[in-house]
């Protein structure tokens, strides 16, 4: 007789992880969470939106990339969950979008119970950092597709804002401030240029470069800053105009996703110094400075356009937050792009 975990399938590790999550997934909550005991799907109590005026619904939806293979390779799963939060909710928050709720993914060659616990575990731990509550996921193993230490994992979130406090584009004007926040490192964008280093220059994830102060491995695996709350404080405060979240393309292109066609930025690049990591990769990868600055984020995670009596008050608060930021640049007149 033929049985599913014959195929590959191992319902009892499921099982298990299910149960070794519970604990982590708990802390990730928030008021308007309602139990549902099927546990087939998440609730949320929408009562909490008549506050609202007019409440426009955000949604977003990421995964981590090939930052998974080194947390593979390393044997390290907490991190990528983290990443996973912060790909997803600071991308809500672009907009001015309290993060409400989040769902999660993880496909898998194999459930291995305890590898599957601390990457819900990651997740659970940044949605309590970004105010957010993780309401549901769902594990799937894949035999003969992905081999037994592979994994990926994706996440969705819905956040909500009132639809005159929107921020973005139309409200940038030639004059503003353009204040950066600094990254924790690379986040999550850019992997597969830093796995293509590691290939042809031979660095090993366990050595330990002069001009890092840790493993490069532990380095490349630093968890995203989440940003979240720091940016809807700074909201709240006012005078913000617009966020860019800088992930996959560089500061150039995602803050031109935040610019009016009839506005340019204009950054100043004396301004702030790359972490060390960023240099370490472009000498032994040998990367042109363009290509550097299309790939990664150089050390600037995220972006606000305030207007410029609000500049130095931004950056005031956001340091009061334990979150680095400085004065990156001014909007000009122009066509809608960011000079670098």
Same mark, same amino acid.
């Given at each position: 007789?033929?049985?599913?975990?014959?195929?590959?399938?191992?319902?009892?590790?499921?099982?298990?992880? +299910?149960?070794?999550?519970?604990?982590?997934?708990?802390?990730a909550?928030?008021?308007?969470v309602?139990?549902?005991?099927?546990g087939?799907?998440?609730?949320?109590d929408?009562?909490?939106? $008549?506050?609202?005026r007019?409440? $426009?619904?955000?949604?977003?939806?990421?995964?981590?990339?090939?930052k998974?293979?080194?947390?593979?390779?390393?044997?390290?799963?907490?991190t990528?969950?983290?990443?996973?939060?912060?790909?997803?909710v600071?991308?809500?928050?672009v907009?001015?979008?309290?993060?409400?709720?989040?769902?999660?993914?993880i496909?898998?060659?194999? +459930?291995?119970?305890?590898r599957?616990?601390d990457?819900?575990g990651?997740?659970? !731990?940044a949605c309590?950092?970004a105010?957010?509550?993780?309401?549901?996921?769902?594990?799937? !193993?894949?035999?003969g597709?992905?081999?037994?230490?592979?994994?990926?994992v994706a996440?969705?979130?819905?956040?909500?804002?009132?639809?005159? !406090?929107?921020?973005?584009?139309?409200?940038v004007?030639?004059?503003?401030a353009?204040?950066?926040?600094?990254?924790?490192?690379?986040?999550?964008n850019?992997?597969?240029?830093?796995?293509?280093?590691?290939?042809?220059s031979?660095?090993?994830?366990?050595?330990?470069?002069?001009e890092?102060?840790?493993t490069?491995? !532990?380095e490349l695996?630093?968890?995203?800053?989440?940003?979240?709350?720091?940016?809807?404080?700074?909201?709240?405060?006012?005078?913000?105009?617009?966020?860019?979240?800088?992930?996959?393309?560089?500061?150039?292109a995602n803050?031109?996703?935040?610019?009016?066609?009839? +506005?340019?930025?204009?950054l100043?690049?004396?301004?702030?110094?790359?972490?060390?990591?960023?240099?370490?990769?472009?000498?032994?990868?040998?990367?042109?400075?363009?290509?550097?600055?299309k790939t990664?984020? $150089?050390?600037?995670?995220?972006?606000?356009?305030v207007a410029p009596?609000?500049?130095?008050?931004?950056?005031?608060?956001?340091?009061?937050?334990?979150v680095?930021a400085?004065?990156?640049?001014?909007?000009?007149?122009g066509?809608?792009?960011c000079?670098?």
């Open positions: 007789m033929t049985s599913y975990e014959e195929a590959g399938v191992d319902i009892a590790a499921g099982e298990r992880a +299910v149960e070794l999550m519970k604990a982590r997934v708990a802390k909550r928030r008021p308007e309602v139990d549902d005991a099927s087939f799907a998440g609730l949320f929408a009562s909490a939106l $008549l506050r609202y007019r409440p $426009l619904l955000a949604t977003s939806t990421d995964g981590v990339g090939t998974v293979d080194l947390a593979r390779r390393l044997g390290v799963y907490d990528v969950g983290h990443d996973l939060v912060g790909m997803v600071d991308d809500l928050v907009c001015g979008a309290e993060p409400l709720f989040m769902t999660d993914y496909a898998c060659g194999k +459930v291995v119970p305890e599957i616990a990457i819900v990651g997740i659970a !731990e309590a950092l105010g957010c509550a993780l309401v549901g996921g769902e594990t799937a !193993e894949h035999p597709l992905l081999e037994p230490d592979e994994f990926d996440g969705a979130a819905t956040g909500v804002v009132e639809a005159d !406090e929107t921020l973005g584009p139309h409200r004007r030639p004059g503003d353009v204040v950066a926040m600094a990254s924790s490192g690379i986040h999550s850019g992997y597969s240029l830093v796995r293509h280093v590691l290939r042809i031979g660095l090993s994830l366990d050595s330990r470069p002069a890092l102060e840790r490069l491995g !532990e695996l630093t968890p995203t800053r989440i940003y979240a709350r720091d940016c809807l404080a700074l909201a709240r405060a006012g005078g913000v105009r617009a966020f860019a979240h800088i992930t996959g393309g560089g500061l150039a803050l031109a996703r935040s610019l009016p066609p009839e +506005v340019d930025a204009r100043d690049r004396s301004s702030w110094t790359p972490p060390p990591i960023f240099t370490l990769l472009q000498e032994h990868g040998d990367i042109p400075q363009p290509e550097m600055d990664f984020n $150089l050390g600037v995670g995220m972006v606000a356009i009596e609000a500049a130095d008050a931004a950056v005031r608060l956001l340091t009061s937050r334990r680095p400085w004065i990156l640049g001014e909007i000009t007149e066509s809608g792009v000079h670098l």
